[in-house]
Structures are given as structure tokens and as C-alpha cells.
């Protein structure tokens, strides 16, 4: 069955600093894959998504993802770590066997040292 | 260009009573998901619908949840004799087409059931 697992529940980085957030995929064919942010008591905001073609993927706000198939991955990458980054943060497949279905991670919950 | 609306934004019901929620897709967007986001955990798909059909239910609990999308007017997600179990946020995306696109999600509602 599909799956979507962000193996980091919590992440804690100065602000400055840089970020690498970690979502592995679950699935033989490649998926459709996206990032999204959530901030407390709001909906979801797409950040970036990969269809196909190049592998790096350049996002809102400043944030990157790359897909790489050997390793299932598509992790989510900034540069430098801003206070208003401070949000959870959720990997979503898709596929096109099913119906458009996202299948999500638990999320990962980012906060920010000043 | 008005985004995914949800209302109400906050719902608190009794045991035993009913809740509707209700969505309205963006401009153009004839395709409408709902997923439920249970506290600390990430979100689950629930039903996918298209004007006036279900295409993919296979995320909705079998008894006492039910959803429509009519040719005129929003969404509607419908959850019978709520139990505490139900609280939970609950957030309706909305594309243009179906696989491959884009979802654009809503606001959510929070649902307290006392």
C-alpha cells in the first residue's frame, strides 16, 4: 500500500541556520509528491509539488525539495531558517492509479531558536 | 480569486447530535476532497467527489458519515450522531480535475464534540 513517512517528528534549528526536513515515499511507479505547511489553528498551504521532469523542485518562501528515486525520497531543504518558518510541515503523494487520493506523512512540527 | 471555503470555521456539538459541514470549492474547480485530521496526527482522506457523484469513498467510516457535492451549492459533509471520537479538524480541498492536480485546501472546521 502507499505510504508517506516523515521520520522526524520534532525538529528544532536556529534561526539561520539551515533546514532539511525528511519525507520518504512508499510506492513502485513514481508518485506525485508535495509539500505543504500548516500553521496553528489554519489550513494547509502549498509550499511546492513534483510531477516529473527536473528532480529539484523550487518552492514559496524560499524552500526546495528534491526527488530522488533511488532513495524514495523527496526531502525539503531552506537555506536559512527565518521565526515565521515555525509551522508543521506535511509530505503528500499521489499517484496516477488512483483516484487523485493525497496519502499524507504525520507531519513534522519545525520550531525556530531565535 | 477567492480560495477553498469551509464554514463554520468552528462547530461544537453534543453527543448524539448532528454536523454539517460545508465547503465551496474554488472558482472553476468541479473537483472537491475531504480529509479528517485527527489531534497529532497527520490527515486522512475520507471521500473524493465530483459534481453530483462520489468517485472515491474508500476513506469514509461506514456508518454515520456521509457526503454530497449537488450540482448548485457546496460540499456538504454530513456526520450523524456524533461521538467524541469525531473531533477532529476537518479540511476540504478542491481541484480543477482530478489525478495529477494541484489541491487547494480550505480553512477546515473544528469539531468538538462534548
Known amino acids: 500500500a502507499q505510504s508517506v513517512t516523515q521520520p522526524d517528528i520534532h525538529i528544532t534549528v536556529s534561526e539561520g541556520a539551515s533546514l532539511e526536513l525528511r519525507c520518504n515515499y512508499s510506492y513502485g511507479a513514481t508518485p506525485y509528491l508535495f509539500w505543504y505547511v500548516q500553521s496553528p489553528g489554519q489550513g494547509l498551504q502549498l509550499l511546492l509539488k513534483?510531477?516529473?521532469?527536473?528532480?529539484l523542485v523550487q518552492g514559496i518562501k524560499g524552500f526546495e525539495a528534491e526527488f530522488k528515486r533511488s532513495q524514495s525520497s523527496f526531502n525539503l531543504r531552506k537555506p536559512s531558517v527565518h521565526w515565521s518558518d515555525a509551522a508543521e510541515y506535511f509530505c503528500?503523494?499521489?499517484?496516477?492509479?488512483?483516484?487523485?487520493?493525497?496519502?499524507f506523512g504525520q507531519g513534522t512540527t519545525l520550531q525556530v531558536k531565535p | 480569486n477567492a480560495g477553498v471555503m469551509q464554514n463554520p470555521r468552528h462547530l461544537v456539538r453534543r453527543r448524539g447530535q448532528e454536523a454539517r459541514l460545508r465547503c465551496s470549492p474554488m472558482k472553476g474547480h468541479s473537483h472537491v476532497y475531504w480529509y479528517r485530521q485527527l489531534p497529532e496526527e497527520g490527515l486522512k482522506f475520507m471521500v473524493y467527489?465530483?459534481?453530483?457523484?462520489?468517485?472515491?469513498e474508500s476513506g469514509m467510516p461506514k456508518e454515520r458519515f456521509s457526503a454530497e457535492f449537488p450540482k448548485e451549492g457546496p460540499s456538504i459533509l454530513r456526520i450523524q450522531q456524533v461521538v467524541r471520537g469525531d473531533s477532529a479538524a476537518y479540511f476540504c480541498?478542491?481541484?480543477?480535475?482530478?489525478?495529477?492536480?494541484?489541491?487547494?485546501f480550505g480553512p477546515g472546521t473544528r469539531l468538538l464534540v462534548l
Open positions: 467527489l465530483q459534481k453530483e457523484n462520489i468517485i472515491d
Open positions: 503528500a503523494s499521489g499517484t496516477s492509479s488512483n483516484t487523485g487520493k493525497l496519502i
Open positions: 513534483y510531477f516529473s521532469g527536473d528532480t
Open positions: 480541498a478542491s481541484s480543477p480535475s482530478g489525478v495529477g492536480e494541484t489541491q487547494y
